[in-house]
């Protein structure tokens, strides 16, 4: 069964850079995986930040960007405020209209 | 703004069939797009659990097709899902969500979720 792995957690400064991965337990990620990433807060639905690998939703800051960095997909957050402290989620298409999500990531910025 | 809105009981006895409905405003279902259902257990992470489209047509998480059913009532608006035999292993707060298909040509490569509904928390216990 195909893993969608991320980093449990992740720490940044105020006004940093950070990179958050979405790779596979076995294999490499490309753009034919289309991955998407999902914001969430405790208690809220997720918010949709990226689809296509790197492009924004509607009304996403260019703050965030997606890329795919060797070979795995990534979500990079420059200028890092406080109020991006979230779960960070990716999800990888698999074909056959089946979708993955990875295990999330927990950003603290301090 | 496309709005979705879960319901359906917060409490299901195992065993039993846990039914959910989404109810889908400032958009037809009629008019396209596949539409999903994500779970979450209490303090761990997403999960998707399948999605369904206006024809009916759906696709189910390999791991939960055995005990999953959903289905479409596009005059209401609105999609459902039952998930059969129940265990406290399924408490979890259940989202749903619209899924737009990536297309290069006549071939999806591609999916994802844009528009999500606030979640509805449902407890599997005796």
């Known amino acids: 069964q195909t893993v969608v792995t991320q980093e449990p957690s992740f720490s940044v400064s105020p006004g940093g850079t950070v990179t958050l991965t979405c790779g596979l337990s076995s294999g490499s990620v490309s753009t034919s995986y289309y991955a998407s990433w999902y914001q969430q807060t405790p208690g809220q639905a997720p918010r949709t930040l990226i689809y296509s690998t790197n492009i924004r939703s509607s009304g996403v800051p260019d703050r965030f960007s997606g890329s795919i960095l060797g070979n795995k997909a990534a979500l990079t957050i420059t200028g890092a405020q406080a109020d991006d402290e979230s779960d960070y989620y990716c999800?990888?298409?698999?074909?056959?209209?089946?979708?993955?999500f990875g295990g999330g990531t927990k950003l603290t910025v301090l | 703004q496309v709005q979705l809105q879960e319901s359906g009981p917060g409490l299901v006895k195992p065993s039993e069939t846990l039914s959910l409905t989404c109810r889908v405003s400032?958009?037809?279902?009629?008019?396209?797009?596949?539409w999903g259902w994500i779970r979450q257990p209490p303090g761990k992470g997403l999960e998707w659990i399948g999605s369904i489209y206006h024809s009916g047509n759906t696709y189910y998480s390999p791991s939960l097709k055995s005990r999953v059913a959903m289905s479409v009532d596009t005059s209401k608006n609105q999609f459902s899902l039952n998930l059969s035999s129940v265990t406290a292993a399924d408490t979890a707060v259940y989202f749903c969500?619209?899924?737009?298909?990536?297309?290069?040509?006549?071939?999806?490569?591609?999916?994802?979720?844009?528009?999500w509904g606030q979640g509805t928390l449902v407890t599997v216990s005796s």
């Open positions: 400032s958009y037809s279902i009629s008019s396209g797009y596949y």
């Open positions: 969500a619209r899924r737009p298909q990536i297309w290069v040509g006549a071939t999806v490569v591609g999916q994802y979720f844009d528009y």
């Open positions: 999800v990888l298409y698999m074909g056959s209209g089946i979708s993955v």
